[in-house]
């Protein structure tokens, strides 16, 4: 069965970071292409950042390009996203998503998401 | 970037009924199209991708079609469990994109 289990959220002050962290079991990691995907509060979903499965290859939506990184070590089965210089508009709930074949990335499993809270 | 356009925003309807999502892409994204279901407090859910394809295990009175720039989701016969938030997504090109969500409620 697959899992998705993050952690690492929580209330940092603006200007600060957090590490999110996506544990990853019950498929093979290290082909698996992996993304982070966020909701606002009572907003839609905004792709965040994507990562290929040797994580030779990264992407990132303009709005974090240069403040968030993506990473992955496939020896620990797990998945990363560092935060930095956060800004009240990325308080949302983030989801670690699986793509479901390498080049076409649509999500077929998702965890069930860790909330950050930017705020003073 | 590729902007998605979902109509309606939202949608009453019954049981029963046939529900019909469109979402419009700003430029041709061929088949690279995704739908994902959404209820109160939980992750997406995939329901269908490269337009048509129904993931697996999802019931088969959701279907999708159309390629290029639009695109429909339709629901045969709304049942008690369908009633969500539904997204569709872009998967041609990054940055990926969502469309805005069509919540589906109870008439």
């Known amino acids: 069965e697959v899992q998705l289990l993050e952690s690492g959220g929580g209330l940092v002050q603006p200007g600060g970071s957090l590490r999110l962290s996506c544990a990853a079991s019950?498929?093979?990691?290290?082909?698996?292409?992996m993304s982070w995907v966020r909701q606002a509060p009572g907003k839609g979903l905004q792709w965040v950042s994507s990562?290929?499965?040797?994580?030779?290859?990264?992407y990132y939506a303009d709005s974090v390009r240069g403040r968030f990184t993506i990473s992955r070590d496939n020896s620990k089965n797990t998945l990363y996203l560092q935060m930095n210089s956060l800004r009240a508009e990325d308080t949302a709930v983030y989801f670690c998503?699986?793509?479901?074949?390498?080049?076409?990335?649509?999500?077929?499993?998702w965890g069930q998401g860790t909330l950050v809270t930017v705020s003073s | 970037d590729i902007q998605m356009t979902q109509s309606p925003s939202s949608v009453s309807a019954s049981v029963g009924d046939r529900v019909t999502i469109t979402c419009r892409a700003s430029?041709?994204?061929?088949?690279?199209l995704a739908w994902y279901q959404q209820k109160p407090g939980k992750a997406p859910k995939l329901l269908i991708y490269?337009?048509?394809t129904l993931q697996r295990g999802v019931p088969s009175r959701f279907s999708g079609s159309g390629s290029g720039t639009d695109f429909t989701l339709t629901i045969s016969s709304l049942q008690p469990e369908d009633f969500a938030t539904y997204y569709c997504?872009?998967?041609?090109?990054?940055?990926?994109?969502f469309g805005g969500g069509t919540k589906v409620e109870i008439k």
């Open positions: 998503a699986k793509v479901i074949v390498a080049g076409s990335y649509y999500f077929d499993y």
């Open positions: 019950g498929f093979t990691f290290s082909t698996s292409a």
């Open positions: 990562i290929s499965g040797s994580g030779g290859s990264t």
């Open positions: 430029q041709g994204i061929s088949s690279w």
């Open positions: 490269a337009a048509s």
């Open positions: 997504q872009q998967a041609n090109s990054f940055p990926l994109t």
